[in-house]
T-cell receptor, first 111, second 115 residues
């Protein structure tokens, strides 16, 4: 079956510095889409980024990610972290409409 | 953006009782999902539902679980009887498309505590 791996459970970064959240995957399907979901405290998970195109950079709200099928990765990055970015981030892939989530990474941005 | 509403936000029940979790999906969406998240663990797929039928379910979707959406009303997850291990946050989601690139919209979750 499908699996998504997020190696860091907790990432702490100082405001204004760059941040990278890692995501790798395993799947036997060829046609798939990838997402980064963000979940703020006491809120519903919501889509941050979405991609299904190899080697194409996707950007939203200052975050960006590029799907690399050669390395089975979809890392999330931001050049300058903001305090408001503190949240739980999930990497996920979908086929046939079923999302498979990684374990999630808690990002804490400190002043 | 589109909102998925879940009722109740929190419910506490005794083991063996029945519970129904309600989901009001985005109005024009066609595909509905339930996910389970135990505290400190990842979100796990339970079931997806389309056109009045279960399309796919995981091993977590035990025989005691059932889903329905009668006449376009709430999309419900019923657990009967409940067990201690059913304690978790249950997230409902809906999407317009159910194929490879369908984007899911999630509710805020229903926290179930089974005593």
């Amino acid at each position: 079956g499908d699996s998504v791996t997020q190696t860091e459970g907790l990432v702490t970064v100082t405001e204004g510095l760059p941040v990278k959240l890692n995501c790798t995957y395993q799947t036997t399907y060829l046609t798939i889409a990838f997402f980064w979901y963000v979940q703020y405290l006491n809120e519903a998970p919501q889509v941050l980024l979405k991609s299904s195109t190899d080697n194409k950079r996707t950007e939203h709200q200052g975050f960006h990610a590029t799907l690399h099928k050669s390395s089975s990765s979809f890392h999330l990055q931001k050049s300058s972290a903001q305090l408001s970015d503190s949240a739980l981030y999930y990497c996920a892939l979908t086929n046939t409409g079923k999302l498979t989530f990684g374990d999630g990474t808690v990002l804490t941005v400190k002043p | 953006g589109p909102k998925v509403l879940q009722i109740p936000s929190h419910q506490i029940i005794d083991m063996g009782q029945m519970v129904t979790l309600n989901c009001d999906p985005v109005s024009n969406h066609l595909y509905f999902y339930w996910y389970k998240q135990i505290l400190g663990q990842q979100m796990e797929f339970l079931v997806n539902f389309y056109n009045g039928k279960v399309m796919e379910k995981s091993k977590l979707f035990k025989d005691q679980f059932s889903v329905e959406r009668p006449d376009g009303s709430y999309f419900t997850l019923k657990i009967q009887p409940t067990a201690l291990e059913d304690s978790a946050v249950y997230f409902c989601a809906s999407s317009l498309e159910g194929r490879d690139t369908g984007q899911l919209y999630f509710g805020e979750g229903s926290k179930l505590t089974v005593l």
